[in-house]
């Protein structure tokens, strides 16, 4: 049934997992976050590889009114969502709609959330990496941040010895995963980055929903502080 890829996570908020994928060869999970919005319209954040299963699932929920691009690897599957939906509008982060100018997106986003969820989510564009900005949200009614690269928390079972290595290396193997170590190396303005920070560990955060690996369901936020603490302390 359709309605076991929905997992409810909050009030009003759902993940569906995708693929288990390979980038650069290396394996991971994918997973996409569903929020209904106070307008009764939903909202998805970095949608996976669409099947017509994952297509009912949502249906379910009710129809889809923004697909979101939350940084510039998480695209791929925005437009047949968006053609699913057809009344949905696309969003994206700004480097995203900087570098790939062949492809349409609706709107840019930035440090304000649009008046489409200004109620309900609030966001950052965690920004300070040379390679990889992204745009981090939190929902405010079930007290969710929702985080695409930028924090992995890797499923250890999931992998072989060689990969379990390798995430946990990087920092991303659960239980103790984080911020990437090798993208952590490309944030050189960390100004920018601690600005950031700053303001989403002043977010209310219980749960943290991530694209790849084990989410956090209780008392978030300590795991989030202890995730960017490598940022370093604002001056
Ligand atoms: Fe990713």
Do not use: Y
Not at 104 to 128: C, M, N, S, Y
Not at 137 to 163: A, C, G, M, Y
Not at 177 to 196: E, F, I, K, Q, S
């Amino acid at each position: 049934m359709s309605e076991d890829l929905t997992r409810p996570v909050g009030d009003c908020l759902w993940t569906i997992d995708g693929d288990r994928v390979r980038m650069l060869g290396i394996p991971f999970g994918t997973r996409m976050t569903v929020v209904r919005l106070g307008d009764d319209r939903l909202w998805i954040h970095s949608p996976v590889k669409p099947s017509d299963e994952r297509f009912r699932a949502v249906e379910s929920l009710g129809d889809v009114g923004h697909v979101i691009a939350p940084n510039k690897l998480h695209h791929l599957f925005v437009a047949p969502w968006a053609e699913r939906f057809s009344s949905a509008r696309t969003w994206a982060d700004p480097a995203l709609q900087r570098r790939r100018s062949d492809l349409h997106f609706d709107g840019t986003l930035d440090d304000e959330a649009p008046a489409a969820w200004k109620d309900d989510i609030d966001q950052v564009w965690f920004r300070g990496s040379n390679v990889l900005s992204e745009m981090v949200f939190f929902h405010r009614k079930s007290r969710t941040l929702i985080v695409t690269d930028i924090i992995q928390n890797h499923e250890p079972e999931e992998d072989t010895w060689f990969w379990r290595g390798v995430k946990r290396l990087n920092g991303i193997l659960a239980p103790d995963g984080g911020a990437p170590r090798d993208w952590r190396l490309t944030v050189r303005d960390r100004d920018a980055a601690r600005r950031a920070r700053d303001v989403l560990l002043g977010w209310d955060i219980e749960r943290l929903v991530l694209s790849h690996g084990r989410c956090i369901e209780h008392d978030a936020h300590a795991f989030v502080r202890r995730a960017f603490e490598w940022v370093g302390q604002t001056a």
